[in-house]
């Protein structure tokens, strides 16, 4: 072992541990058991109802299959404090699990008010089924200010996950354990994609790995990413590791408006694999059905902890991991270091190895992307997602070699279709 | 034992240890010694100097005596980053030690440039004295805006630290290991109160106290916070300590205008010791010389952790500790019961007792302040500090009971003394 871990340090990496157990041992897993369901759906029909959104139900979908374990259900208060101030829960037994994002249900007063005494309510999907049941409930006061402020270190107007869902939404919180009717599915012909925490363990066995990185992304690969996760499993190869697994994990919850869709990316994922950009063989393309807060370093914990209980146990981080632009202000909202520096610190992910990306970009002499070579900065050409979408719109095709064409394809006929659609919406409504 | 901790049990406390060590051991001192005084004066003249605000020399003040322990200066960015998201530090042997304020020095751009690549400066007082020098220094970016989010939990205008400390700040935070060159002293007439974590410790010793509880307040002292400190003292009593003593810890930096300022709280104080309702025997008073941030439950964490570094094992916690109104809203800016909540769960506490108000008022019946009885709620006076500085400031005397007639005797002439000299400005400046 002393070869490895010297050419570990070699590599800038730092191995902590072989596969990394789930916080707090086995996952949970909240879906009601078939024979059972029956007597819970008559249950669950009896009690008052909450109504949920499209984004509230992706947040059961995520708790219930574990990815938030040990959390088993939406927070009472003492775990959103505990989330809101410390971005960490403390267990029973006095170790700490990261919790970065607070996962919690909002009602408003006539909701609150018609639950009354009742310690338990049916939740009910933006469908009108009956998807769930919260019991021990615990109804508590939701300061969107102070939520906002220190989830986002802001609270200027603007943030996608803010308006779509906080502002919207009622003063209370209701908190309490979670029972899904039956696994939560969306019927969009990628629910094959969607591999429960279990489903992704179970398939890291078959493929016998022993090491698994994951990559979180919520835009098109490009041949800089491939580049990235290729190094990134050469690297693992060289420190010992027989068979690494790429987990390239897009995030399938809600996005804002500007991101390309999943099924575009998922459309586009498949071609870079049908390309031989990635390898299928040592490659799982798995959806995280998490929604997107846009929340910087307090949100890559939490892409990082759900990706620890499906099995991963190297994350591959890059520059500004869950960032986006000042809502008001010409600047990054976070410093582009921080998400790197916050995670490689916090409670609860000590066990976590961190993969720092090393920066790719266009390489004008070699015309293939690239490591960045300082020495020779200005060969080099950054080509940031606002650039890649603005080439895909206008039909003006990147250089060669930023991305595999087939790839490149999918996006141009999505943005083809949009500005058909744009040019539909201006033909029907009177200027 | 047993009786112990089943009375303790009854009286609601958990008692987790005797005396508790400062964190990470033995308390940092960075007052360099009277020996090295010359040598080290001459290294800082040779250096870039920084000058500090009032405030921030109050930090320096705080941080030499060790009240931040383990903390060794000013937060580099790694420090910085762990106290705005984490509320704590994680130590070299990987222990939490909690650290709920960023504990920063800002510089402006003009400073930066004169630093240079120095790799030390010299602190220079609000008078042009060197004080102190700071070593292995790292610069590194100021976001105000999620300082101020991340700590408050709210950006709106009108929170005093901010308004007088962070907004005229540079953009810059300097970080570095700490040197004073002689203790922080202010010729007030109070530096005798002025204890520091180490002398509290001996002086703890001296009267060989078995239980130290702490109370921190920036108030008058009224018979309702008498009866709460006695009673405290009667529930240790009756847990088996048998020397409990009480830290009576007035906050003596930075308060908001409308504060009674500390000398004139000291003199209250002092008078509350001398007509008995307070014991000397079982009391120490000192100031404690943090600034106050108003930042509720993210506070209320420092002011528990300075104490427990300076001896303390209880800590007394009401409603909405170190709260104030929102300063936009007509509302109390954070939940009044969130920081006895928060500081309950917060990492690196653990160790901490945490002795929970019980609310005292104004008994009508009775004609003094006592525990607040719901059976018989309309007897109650609740008299808020508003209240009470409406009475001293209009002469109007407060109930018979609610405090001692000297101490009350201070306040008033504070108050007289206040339109006094808002009188003689009325008549010097032109209407």
Chains 1, 2 share one sequence.
Not at 152 to 172: D, F, K, M, R
Not at 325 to 353: C, F, I, Q
Request: hydrophobic share 40%; with cysteine.
């Amino acid at each position: 072992m002393q070869s490895l871990s010297s050419s570990c340090s070699r590599s800038g990496l730092s191995v902590k541990s072989s596969l990394i157990e789930a916080d707090g041992g086995a996952l949970v897993d909240l879906v009601v058991p078939e024979s059972k369901r029956g007597l819970k759906i008559s249950e669950a029909e009896a009690l008052p109802k909450v109504k949920l959104t499209k984004i509230d139900l992706e947040w059961v979908h995520v708790v219930s299959e574990g990815w938030a374990s040990p959390l088993k259900g939406f927070m009472r208060e003492n775990e959103y404090l505990q989330s809101l101030h410390f971005n960490c829960l403390r267990m029973g037994d006095g170790t700490l699990v990261n919790m970065s994002l607070p996962i919690v249900l909002a009602i408003d007063d006539e909701v609150k008010e018609r639950i009354g005494g009742s310690g338990s309510v049916a939740l009910v999907g933006p469908d009108g089924d009956l998807v769930a049941i919260l019991s021990s409930i615990e109804i508590y006061k939701h300061n969107k200010e102070e939520r906002i402020a220190r989830t986002w270190g802001t609270t200027a107007p603007g943030l996608p996950y803010v308006e779509e869902v906080i502002t919207p939404a009622g003063n209370w919180l209701i908190g309490g354990d979670l029972e899904v009717l039956k696994p939560i599915k969306y019927n969009d012909g990628l629910d094959h994609y969607r591999l429960s925490p279990q489903q992704l363990r179970k398939e890291f066995d078959r493929r016998q790995a022993d090491a698994v990185f994951a990559f979180q992304l919520r835009n098109p690969v490009h041949n800089g990413h491939a580049l990235l996760m290729n190094d990134t499993r050469r690297r693992l190869l060289e420190m010992g590791y027989k068979n690494p697994i790429l987990l390239l994990h897009p995030l399938g919850g809600f996005t804002k408006a500007d991101d390309v869709p999943l099924d575009v990316r998922m459309e586009q994922h498949s071609k870079v694999l049908e390309d031989g950009i990635l390898d299928p063989e040592t490659t799982i393309v798995a959806i995280f059905p998490s929604p997107m807060h846009y929340a910087g370093p307090t949100e890559v914990q939490w892409h990082a902890k759900a990706r620890i209980n499906a099995g991963a146990n190297f994350y591959i981080v890059g520059r500004d991991p869950a960032g986006m632009g000042h809502p008001t202000e010409k600047r990054d909202l976070y410093d582009p270091d921080h998400g790197k520096k916050v995670l490689s610190m916090a409670p609860g992910l000590e066990k976590l190895n961190i993969l720092p990306f090393r920066v790719a970009a266009y390489d004008t002499v070699a015309k293939k992307m690239a490591f960045f070579d300082p020495s020779r900065a200005k060969d080099f050409l950054f080509i940031s997602g606002t650039k890649m979408r603005t080439y895909a719109r206008t039909g003006e095709n990147p250089p060669d070699g930023f991305m595999c064409p087939g790839g490149w394809d999918v996006l141009v006929k999505y943005y083809e279709s949009l500005q058909a659609e744009d040019s539909t919406l201006k033909q029907t409504v009177p200027a």
